[in-house]
């Protein structure tokens, strides 16, 4: 499993990930900026820009010209925007690779930004907040957000406000890609069937080689203040309530994340894990209960997530503060299952390009490099159970923030 580089003179790389047993190939353009990098005045103009980016090019000027070309060539399309990171890519059979490469690159350098199709997809962006605002189990993670890293970028919904939302002009956006959709700030991969590197690469020079390099203006760090227990209530009537329970974590290349990963599996990753069975099979509290880890360049956190009655809410929440610094505690069986699950996802990801491409590219932009499936299992065989333990017992031993939407007062 091997991926090869070339580099534009201007700096712009472009990843080859060839896997031959597949037909199809994906093509992915990625801007290494999110919701992170934004103000509050302009909170929301990454994922604005991801929407616009469908709405229209020079060549297919109308959103429907676009769709209906794509659909021609068989091309399933995406885009989604994160904090720290905005992807947008095209899986279509690998006899379409330059079409794909070339509409990529067209809805970048030669979007039509039209004013009119702006204030249309705000009222869109405006209808997809009030869905999730609806949706207290996704939701729940916004506010989570907000609870754990307080008044700065992370803590802010990557949709933005509906007054930041509203204030986005077609001028702002232009500005923004011409800040940030910079040569060494952008990513290009494809994945799977490739049938002439140099095709494409020539396609690719053909739109972004006269495009001068500039330095990108980073984020502030994170800092940590005073770290106490919180708890975060959003009231709302509701059949169950949501809660997250969140821990302060380590950056994406915490030199202990994999120690980290299996102690997430073991606790809340698998339907063997300590919380299903304790909350929801042994004593039915709960029909979902799991653990994650949130993280990011440079700061993270541990979750617990639960959805359940509002009357089981404290007690509940009591449960699984008790559990967690048990952790610091794991038997020989549950230790050897949680590697084992980790081991088999690593060894199924090996049969999707698309997926492995998005774990490649995290790689790059977090560590600098890439690491294999099958190296990764090497790594994870040699993790020791008491280094696990270890991370446990540092990372539990503070007090959690709880998140909360349902009714006022029901935790202690």
């Given at each position: ?22 037909q199809a ?27 616009m ?7 297919y000027?109308?959103y ?6 794509l ?19 095209i899986?279509?059979?690998y ?10 690159s ?25 869905m ?8 729940i ?11 700065c970028?992370l ?8 007054k ?5 002009t077609?001028q702002n956006l ?7 959709y910079?040569?060494s ?27 001068k ?8 760090k994170?800092?940590?203040?005073n ?22 974590g ?6 202990k994340?994999?120690?980290?990963s ?12 300590r ?14 209960v ?5 993280n ?14 509002p ?17 610091v505690?794991i ?14 996802n ?8 698309s ?21 990764k299992?090497?790594?994870f ?19 959690p923030?709880i ?10």
């Amino acid at each position: 499993m091997k991926i090869s580089q070339v580099k534009l003179s201007n700096n712009l790389p472009i990843y080859f990930f060839e896997k031959k047993d597949t037909q199809a190939v994906t093509v992915i353009m990625l801007a290494k900026v999110g919701s992170r990098y934004e103000d509050n005045k302009q909170a929301g103009i990454s994922h604005i820009l991801e929407h616009m980016f469908f709405k229209g090019t020079k060549k297919y000027p109308h959103y429907l010209d676009l769709t209906k070309y794509l659909d021609e060539i068989s091309a399933e399309h995406n885009a989604f925007t994160s904090e720290e990171m905005t992807a947008y890519f095209i899986k279509t059979s690998y006899l379409n690779t330059l079409p794909a490469v070339e509409i990529l690159s067209q809805m970048l350098l030669e979007n039509t930004l039209n004013e009119k199709e702006l204030e249309k997809e705000k009222d869109v962006i405006i209808q997809e907040m009030k869905m999730y605002l609806d949706m207290p189990a996704r939701y729940i993670y916004d506010l989570y957000k907000k609870n754990q890293y307080g008044d700065c970028p992370l803590g802010r919904d990557v949709i933005g406000t509906v007054k930041s939302v509203k204030s986005i002009t077609t001028q702002n956006l232009r500005d923004y890609i011409k800040k940030y959709y910079t040569p060494s700030n952008l990513i290009f991969m494809l994945a799977g069937k490739i049938d002439d590197k140099e095709k494409i690469v020539k396609t690719i020079s053909q739109y972004f080689a006269k495009i001068k390099d500039i330095p990108v203006p980073m984020p502030d760090k994170f800092i940590q203040s005073n770290y106490k227990k919180n708890i975060y209530y959003h009231h709302k009537k509701t059949d169950q309530t949501n809660i997250v329970i969140s821990y302060p974590g380590y950056k994406v290349d915490y030199d202990k994340r994999y120690e980290l990963s299996i102690l997430q599996v073991l606790m809340g990753g698998m339907m063997s894990s300590r919380l299903f069975s304790e909350v929801r099979e042994k004593r039915g509290l709960a029909y979902r209960v799991g653990a994650e880890i949130d993280n990011y360049s440079d700061t993270g956190a541990f979750l617990v997530s639960v959805g359940l009655d509002p009357s089981k809410a404290d007690s509940t929440v009591k449960l699984i503060k008790e559990m967690m610094p048990k952790a610091v505690k794991i038997s020989d069986k549950e230790f050897k299952r949680a590697k084992q699950k980790i081991i088999s996802n690593l060894a199924l990801k090996t049969e999707d390009a698309s997926s492995l491409a998005f774990m490649f590219l995290d790689q790059i932009i977090y560590h600098g490099k890439t690491t294999t499936p099958e190296e990764k299992i090497k790594i994870f065989n040699n993790v020791k159970k008491a280094d696990v333990e270890k991370e446990a017992k540092k990372l539990f031993a503070h007090q959690p923030k709880i998140t909360i939407i349902g009714p006022k007062n029901i935790v202690n």
